[in-house]
């Protein structure tokens, strides 16, 4: 069994679109979590990350960590096409700096 | 501010030779890490130096890959010899602490 699941899609919305990104995880040593956004032959860029549980918003992006359900989501308000790209989820222990990725959700938001 | 920078973008070698990846980190920043993504899979995390300590090595493949950073600044990556499967893009990422690690655009290494 995989460290952290994620549903690779693809997913395809409008514009306008409220888009909702997941992950799911089995080791509960996972404290940091993060989320990548990575365009086509580019590395990942970092969008948003947070500490144990609850919520962060940022413009457009909200992240939510439950870790009692050991699930982790991205949400994305008014969708543009430019948001368009791969989005990882990712995460790492305390105590190091050893990241495990998720297999990134393709997303395609529609004109 | 310059980003992360990887040489070459694209190499393409054949089995049993050598290939040797570099990776220039963002000035300042102790931490350097390298990670691999083959075909189909995860990006996986290979190795994390700190200043030009490695202080995990846990995800190196196997004693076919040897990572150095010289000063703790540029780090390289070696392959030798190298074998089919080490085909995939490897990224370099550097970060000041534990967050806001950036990342390059990749060395894509195909085996041939």
């Known amino acids: 069994q995989k460290e952290v699941e994620q549903d690779p899609g693809p997913l395809s919305v409008p514009e306008g679109a409220i888009v909702s990104l997941n992950c799911t995880y089995s080791?509960?040593?996972?404290?940091?979590f993060m989320w990548y956004r990575q365009y086509s032959r580019k590395g990942p860029e970092l969008l948003m990350y947070?500490?144990?549980?609850g919520n962060k918003e940022d413009g457009r992006f909200t992240a939510q960590v439950d870790k009692s359900s050991k699930y982790i989501s991205l949400f994305i308000r008014d969708s543009q096409p430019s948001d368009s790209a791969t989005y990882l989820c990712?995460?790492?222990?305390?105590?190091?700096?050893?990241?495990?990725f998720g297999a990134g959700t393709r997303l395609f938001v529609k004109a | 501010e310059a980003g992360v920078t990887q040489f070459p973008s694209h190499s393409v070698i054949e089995k049993g030779q050598t290939v040797t990846l570099r990776c220039d980190p963002i000035s300042g920043h102790d931490n350097l890490y390298w990670y691999r993504r083959v075909m189909g899979k995860e990006i996986k995390f290979l190795l994390h130096f700190v200043k030009e300590s490695k202080q995990d090595e846990s995800g190196m493949p196997n004693n076919r890959f040897l990572a150095e950073r010289t000063g703790g600044t540029y780090s390289t990556l070696k392959v030798q010899p190298a074998e089919l499967e080490d085909s995939g893009v490897y990224f370099c990422a550097s970060s000041q602490d534990r967050w806001g690690a950036f990342f390059g655009q990749g060395t894509r290494l195909t085996v041939v």
């Open positions: 990712a995460m790492s222990q305390t105590g190091g700096f050893k990241t495990i």
């Open positions: 080791n509960s040593a996972f404290q940091y």
């Open positions: 947070t500490y144990s549980s």
